[in-house]
Nanobody, 119 residues
Framework: QVQLVESGGGLVQAGGSLRLSCAAS????????MGWYRQAPGKQRELVAG???????NYADSVKGRFTISRDNAKNTVYLQMNSLKPEDTAVYYC?????????????WGRGTQVTVSS
């Protein structure tokens, strides 16, 4: 059973920083793509940032220049460094990945970690 475990969420004041971590229970080399999504109350889940196995990254326009996604292959972990946080960044943040087993690809989700930014 593949597990993604997020950590690093919490309460921070506007302008502050947090670093989220997502530890995968499988070799990161099976993972073709990882991403961070978020869902605020009453809103749809949205992609925040993604990183491919080739280290190509993409970001939502709302976080460009403030958030950075990275990966540590030795630790099977992906990070989301969040700087200059705003109250509108408040949401549950979910880790997501696509992993390849043979010719099939499966999608997995973590349980989420709460990020709250106070004004």
């Amino acid at each position: 059973q593949v597990q993604l475990v997020e950590s690093g969420g919490g309460l921070v004041q506007a302008g502050g920083s947090l670093r989220l971590s997502c530890a995968a229970s499988l070799s990161i080399f099976r993972i073709t793509r990882m991403g961070w999504y978020r869902q605020a109350p009453g809103k749809q889940r949205e992609l925040v940032a993604g990183i491919t196995s080739g280290d190509n990254t993409n970001y939502a326009d709302s976080v460009k220049g403030r958030f950075t996604i990275s990966r540590d292959n030795a630790k099977n972990t992906v990070y989301l460094q969040m700087n200059s946080l705003k109250p509108e960044d408040t949401a549950v943040y979910y880790c997501n990945c696509d992993a390849a087993f043979g010719t099939k690809t499966y999608e997995y989700w973590g349980r989420g970690t709460q990020v709250t930014v106070s004004s």
